[in-house]
């Protein structure tokens, strides 16, 4: 942005999505079963008639508790990372005195503690606590408190930077473990749909991190706006407190298996081949 201007800042982006998405349409499939069915020529499998997938959704997906508890958890986190990402730089500018240029390698800190945290977050949920992502999701979101508020405290631009990425470290594990975790406790033939359904409430979270943070800081400033952000963090974590124990309905080897899954397949694979 800098040497080109704003333009080039979302030009640049918009075309490496486009080679990305060209690139994912030519060798990108559903699944290895569905790869399979094309190479040898079957049929895909027929979709369940209406009402019988109507009713499948409302009690698999619509009733179900865990989903509900996932959306409301995923609400508090995505208007965290909304806020953060949306508001990074005039909170800096005006509450801590930051120009543009440091703001905007805040938000890249933040990226890169979310990369580095989802990688660990996904590790830890599989061989720490045996494909359970109730209790990683809780934890993340919990760390989001003390971070918030330690935030509208902190004074120097290196210890700012290090606690957006501890916020990346705490916000994005939940992001990626949620869409895993609410397709593993519901059917197969509906998991796109509970992803969807856990989804659209979390959109619901970021949208509020506009105009209603905005209210909130206009009558109360940017500590009030924190604040209000490190309770609703706590209260997600409290929502998620009871997937602590769930685990998956189904275990699918094929495409959503963990890595103990896979493990176990290819020993299994070489006890045969012996």
Avoid at 33 to 51: C, D, M, N, Y
Avoid at 150 to 165: H, N, P, R
Wanted: proline share 5%; hydrophobic share 45%.
């Amino acid at each position: 942005m800098a040497q080109f201007g704003w333009r080039a800042a979302l030009f640049s982006p918009a075309m490496v999505c486009c080679c990305v998405a060209s690139l994912l349409a030519c060798s990108l499939y559903g699944s290895p079963t569905a790869l399979r069915e094309q190479e040898q020529g079957v049929s895909p499998k027929q979709l369940p008639q209406a009402g019988g997938l109507g009713r499948m959704l409302g009690e698999q997906v619509m009733q179900n508790p865990a989903l509900w508890l996932m959306g409301l958890n995923y609400f508090g986190v995505s208007m965290v990372r909304t806020c953060l990402s949306d508001w990074t730089s005039v909170f800096l500018l005006e509450a801590k005195g930051i120009p543009l240029t440091v703001s905007a390698r805040c938000l890249f800190f933040m990226e890169v503690g979310g990369f580095a945290g989802s990688l660990v977050a996904g590790a830890v949920s599989d061989r720490l606590y045996q494909g359970r992502r109730g209790p990683v999701v809780c934890i993340c979101t919990f760390l989001l408190v003390p971070t918030l508020l330690l935030l509208t405290v902190l004074k120097s631009t290196f210890s700012i930077q290090l606690a957006y990425c501890a916020l990346g470290c705490c916000a994005f594990p939940v992001h990626v473990l949620l869409g895993l975790f609410s397709r593993e406790v519901v059917p197969p033939g509906v998991s796109s749909s509970a992803g969807g359904f856990v989804k659209c409430i979390a959109q619901v979270g970021g949208a509020c991190a506009g105009y209603p943070l905005g209210l909130l800081q206009q009558n109360y400033g940017w500590n009030g706006v924190f604040t209000a952000l490190a309770l609703v963090s706590g209260l997600a974590a409290g929502v998620a407190a009871p997937l602590w124990n769930q685990t998956a309905q189904l275990r699918i080897t094929s495409r959503n298996g963990t890595v103990a899954d896979f493990q176990a397949m290819q020993k299994g694979m070489k006890h045969k081949s012996s």
